[in-house]
């Protein structure tokens, strides 16, 4: 029984492992004594104490109103009637009786079906298409809360460094919650890789990758990818994913994030299409045993796994949740949904492709690697190209984004420009043709390394995208990472920093921007779970820079 609860739970179960019995709940029940009813309820007929026209089930009626202690017992009263009593006042809709036992208590029932006089077609409704936009964030949302509430590491349960979303059949991205933009973004290449390596799933399982050159970020970016299978359990409806930064995959150094690397080999072990759940059943000695392997294996395999069991429990909760909409609207009815949300985001984002115009911009990391953009707008077809040509080469050291990432950003920008509260999704780059050249600093090929791609180039493309538009000034261009740790503990911040400027108000002071949006550890935590003392943590006034509107300030 207990593993038919946690497999309903969690969506897996570890048959070798043990069960502990950590705490026990005992309840009694026995009979209460029986109530003497020595007031019987008036057996008479209650006059109306009025007929008035009244709303009642959306229509206006003309409708009995009749007072509650003169009623006869046991007598069913007939729907529409407002029934009155001195501290409350009940509305029998039609279809349904009230009927007063011998004990006094009044009991109302449904006498004919519900009838819906409306059904939701497939064909888009404006009212409907706001309800799905928000079915579908709310459903990552609640796979972030099974997350967070379930992860074992700082990294997940207190910075909140994951990403929750779901996908179409095809790997598109539909929905997410308000996550990781740099997870967000690139998660759908990740999706579309376990598809074209999976031609056969089966229900129950489950998929975890990491490899940067697969729609990854950087390894310890690990991502858990779940298909959701119809109620046959023959075709795969949805995928939903989630996308967690684990405090360290191995490597050369602790937090897997060296700053001298030159190989993806040096920041940890690669993750590729590996089944971490079959039909239900958690693989943690296969899982261990890939995350023990290679030069420099994980430091702390207990937490990876804690985390990963977190993973598949969120994208358990999303197959959930999924499968309820789609018992009460129907499979055809979401699918058509699914495709209208996109459809709504695409059309969005034409609308502020129409108020572009040709712009071009370019942006230098400290060492010179230059990022490129230039943006063609086609007003009559409404579209765009983001053109990355002219980006320098791969980079020696780790500064290489995945392309992924590059996407990623393309998206994130482009959302930003959107006026309205609609899910970042697959939908918003249909309008938009992107170019990145490959090989180069934004689209590495294996083995160079990526970690700082992620953290910092992810962010300068975000930059430069915003110089190119005209509409922000740029951030601190760093997700501003800072690592530690030895074989026992492992720890990994990003500190928040300034926005830039726009044309009518001044950056945001100490946030986290674009790319990033974690959170900070909270100083009672880190003091908690790490053998440190925090001695300062303060704004840094005037950081950001002057001007008509201000930097934000670090």
């Known amino acids: 029984r207990f593993e038919e609860v946690h497999r309903a739970r969690f969506g897996f179960v570890s048959p070798d492992k043990a069960i502990i019995v950590e705490s026990m709940q005992v309840e009694a029940i026995g009979p209460a004594p029986r109530v003497d009813i020595s007031t019987p309820v008036p057996d008479i007929d209650g006059d109306p104490l009025g007929v008035f026209p009244t709303v009642v ?3 206006w009626r003309d409708t009995p109103f009749l007072a509650r202690e003169r009623l006869a017992a046991g007598l069913p009263i007939s729907g ?3 029934i009155v009593e001195s501290t409350a006042t009940t509305v029998v809709d039609p279809g349904w009786t009230a009927t007063v036992t011998p004990a006094g208590d009044l009991v109302l029932d449904r006498v004919e079906a519900l009838v819906h006089e409306t059904s939701v077609g497939t064909d888009v409704d404006p009212v409907q298409l706001e309800i799905f ?34 996908f179409d059949p095809a790997g598109d991205l539909i929905a997410n919650a308000p996550h990781m933009p740099v997870h967000l973004g690139s998660m759908g290449e990740s999706i579309k890789s376990i598809i074209a390596a999976n031609p056969r799933m ?80 958690f693989r943690e000695q296969e899982i261990r045993e890939l995350l023990g392997s290679g030069r420099w294996p994980a430091r702390n395999p207990d937490h990876n796994v804690a985390d990963l069991k977190a993973q598949v429990a969120a994208c358990e909760k999303g197959t959930i949740e999924l499968s309820r909409v789609i018992d009460h609207y129907g499979l055809n009815v979401v699918h058509a949904y699914m495709g209208h949300v996109k459809d709504n985001a695409e059309e969005s984002v034409r609308r502020v492709i129409d108020a572009l115009t040709d712009s071009r911009f370019a942006y230098s990391t400290d060492d010179g690697w230059t990022i490129r953009v230039a943006i063609r707008v086609d007003h009559v077809a409404r579209s765009a190209v983001v053109d990355f040509t002219g980006t320098s080469g791969p980079h020696p050291g780790n500064y290489n984004a995945p392309a992924a990432v590059c996407r990623a950003a393309v998206l994130y920008v482009f959302r930003c420009l959107v006026d309205d509260d609609i899910p970042l999704n697959a939908g918003c780059m249909k309008p938009i043709d992107v170019i990145i050249p490959s090989p180069s600093i934004i689209s590495p090929e294996y083995p160079s390394a990526v970690i700082a ?100 300030d670090g």
């Open 57 to 59: 089930a959306g229509k």
């Open 80 to 82: 529409p009637v407002v």
């Open 133 to 166: 936009n928000n079915l579908f964030m709310n459903i990552a949302e609640q796979m972030g809360l099974v997350l967070e509430n379930t992860a074992a590491s700082v990294n997940i349960k207190e910075r909140l460094d994951f990403s929750c979303a779901v």
């Open 202 to 281: 089966s229900p129950g399982d489950v998929y975890v990758m990491n490899a940067p050159y697969n729609g990854g970020t950087h390894l310890p970016d690990i991502t858990v990818i779940k298909p959701v299978f119809d109620d046959d359990d023959t075709d795969i409806v949805f995928y939903v994913a989630s996308r967690g930064h684990h405090a360290d995959v191995g490597g050369s150094v602790p937090g897997s994030a060296p700053a001298d690397s030159t190989s993806v080999d040096e920041e940890g072990v690669l993750i590729d299409n590996f089944l971490l759940v079959s039909d239900g059943r």
């Open 453 to 552: 791609g992620n953290v910092e180039t992810s962010q300068l493309i975000v930059d430069t995208l915003f110089g190119a538009v005209g509409v922000a000034g740029a951030a601190q261009g760093t997700m501003n990472n800072v690592f530690w740790g030895n074989d026992r503990y492992q720890y990994y911040e990003t500190i928040c920093g300034g926005a830039g400027a726009t044309a009518g108000h001044d950056g945001c002071d100490a946030v986290h921007t674009h790319m990033t949006n974690s959170r900070l550890t909270d100083p009672e935590v880190l003091e908690w779970r790490f053998p440190v003392l925090l001695e300062s943590f303060r704004i840094r006034r005037g950081s950001g820079g002057a001007g008509a509107h201000r930097g934000g």
